[in-house]
């Protein structure tokens, strides 16, 4: 028996959001994904809830679609205490409460109507406090305004930021699936993320908005804040997200191996 090949989609991003890719890159992604169409020896794993009846309707044959979770494992890893994390903000001049964004910034993840939608929330709710910004420069610039920008850190001290942010808030224009609110979910935080996150989109646990509509994204936040925060609530939130681990991505894999 011969070798069996599979070749992962995260997403059609080149697509969905063109401004996120160069001509060259568009026109890269569409051959190559035009070759996978064509070769019906190769299994196609996807990770995008909805990728799979849009390459049916492509002409991708749905026994070579295989859906798969994606998901985090990082129970081994200890969170910073309350006491850590706000001795590290404080050092960015932030004390007290505050509103987390954890990804690249770039375009794509639609910053600036965040930052916006956040400024004009705050006025309203002073509890939201100040937009902490974590993760790397991605491809492309964005204007971060007087948001707090920590950079990459590491997992302790992000799994402390998701703990004790009083909302994280993820609204990117496009995205392939969407790991840091299901991160945040793990940690049992109130989350605002738009209707183009495939990862919570249908998750009752999550205030979705129209990350085109800055008005939209500043009364998810505003309706976050007001959500329940005690034990129960926080339990719930992680139970929303407890079957997304990478245990079950490597179980779906095997599946579709199968």
């Known amino acids: 028996m011969g070798a069996v090949h599979s070749l992962a989609v995260h997403d059609l991003l080149w697509r969905d959001e063109p401004s996120a890719s ?10 190559r994904l035009q070759l996978l169409r064509r070769r019906g020896d190769v299994r196609v794993i996807l990770t995008a809830p909805g990728l799979l009846d849009r390459l049916v309707s492509e002409g991708f ?11 985090v494992d990082d129970d081994d890893v200890e969170p910073e205490s309350e006491g850590q994390v706000s001795a590290r903000l404080r050092e960015h001049g932030v004390s007290g409460p505050f509103t987390l964004y954890v990804g690249t910034r770039e375009p794509r993840k ?19 406090g100040p937009l902490v910004l974590v993760g790397p420069s991605g ?29 994280v808030a993820y609204v990117p224009r496009a995205e392939g699936f ?12 109130r989350v605002v ?5 495939p990862s919570v989109a249908n998750n009752p646990e999550v205030i979705t908005v129209d990350p085109l509509d800055v008005a939209a994204i ?29 245990r079950n991505v490597a179980l779906d894999h095997l599946a579709s191996w199968r």
């Open 218 to 246: 500043e009364e998810g936040l505003v309706a976050a804040l007001s959500l329940s925060n005690d034990v129960a609530t926080r339990a719930r939130r992680r139970d929303s997200v407890a079957d997304l681990t990478w």
């Open 110 to 128: 639609n910053l600036e109507r965040l930052v916006a939608a956040h400024a004009r929330a705050r006025v309203r709710h002073e509890e939201l």
């Open 193 to 197: 993320a738009s209707v183009t996150t």
């Open 139 to 167: 491809w492309g610039s964005v204007e971060s305004a007087d948001a707090v920008v920590l950079g990459t850190l590491e997992r302790a001290t992000l799994k402390g930021l998701y703990r004790d942010a009083s909302v």
């Open 22 to 31: 160069t001509p060259r890159g568009i026109r890269f992604h569409e051959k």
């Open 178 to 189: 969407g790991l840091p609110p299901v991160e945040a979910l793990h940690q049992g935080t």
């Open 61 to 71: 044959a749905p026994e070579r679609l295989h859906q798969v979770r994606l998901g």
